[in-house]
């Protein structure tokens, strides 16, 4: 059984579908990555998924369970972590602050995930008390994804983790999601770096006007020639 299941998920905005019938799945421990173009409805299905937009119509299922339209506040509990492409870090607020906050769930002792999220991003020990505004976009990133480690999640849901950033931060934020699944935590991204993204993914769905594609293992998306010319620039 898979950890995640979304089945013909239908949702948008406004009443507006921007998902037509979307299926993805994220096995116990993998790395799954949605890529396409522009519109596609890559982060809408992200959001759906997390409780941040309607589903009208399909079902998603979490460890067995289902979630379809749960609110982020009763997903979280039961094992899923979801960081936005923007804004998502407290700016005011230290870099140890912020990785509090990521905890307020729990009543009880985190001090074995903050010494986790100091192994994977070291350099968040080092600035700890800088507040998090002042740090570059790259910085940031990993504050948001520190903070949603603080949770113990099963699954860590990232929002085009990659966007903006120098590829000196791309290289380093791809580097430590592989470190994050080492530790068995599934993982589910949008990302617009699709070849690299592709190049350690162990499954990925193309998405397109809101609908599937195609979908397969990581590599055979990387050489499959339709893929290559429509979305991974020949």
Do not use: W
């Not at 239908?10 to 009443?15: D, K, N, P, S, V």
């Not at 055979?220 to 020639?225: E, G, I, Q, R, V």
Request: aromatic fraction near 6%; hydrophobic fraction near 45%.
């Amino acid at each position: 059984m898979s950890l995640l299941e979304a089945h013909g998920v239908y949702g948008g905005y406004g009443g507006v579908d921007v998902l037509n019938g979307v299926d993805l799945a994220v096995d116990d421990g993998q790395i799954v990555v949605v890529i396409g173009p522009n519109g596609a409805g890559k982060s809408t299905a992200m959001k759906a998924i997390f409780g941040l937009v309607q589903i009208r119509a399909g079902r998603v299922r979490f460890a067995g369970e289902d979630i379809t339209n749960a609110r982020p506040d009763q997903l979280v509990p039961k094992g899923m972590s979801y960081v936005p492409q923007e804004r998502n870090v407290f700016p005011s607020l230290t870099v140890q602050e912020n990785l509090d906050m990521g905890a307020y769930i729990r009543d009880d002792d985190c001090s074995a995930e903050l010494e986790q999220v100091f192994e994977i991003f070291p350099l968040l020990q080092e600035r700890r008390r800088q507040p998090a505004g002042q740090m570059s976009g790259g910085e940031r990133q990993m504050v948001a994804i520190g903070r949603a480690l603080m949770v113990r999640p099963r699954l860590l849901l990232l929002d085009e983790p990659t966007a903006g950033l120098s590829p000196k931060f791309v290289d380093l934020i791809f580097e430590r999601i592989l470190a994050i699944n080492a530790l068995g935590i599934g993982v589910l991204m949008v990302e617009q770096n699709a070849r690299k993204a592709l190049g350690f993914a162990h499954r990925g769905y193309v998405l397109v006007t809101g609908a599937n594609r195609c979908d397969d293992t990581g590599p055979n998306l990387l050489a499959n020639p339709e893929v290559a010319e429509m979305f991974l620039g020949g």
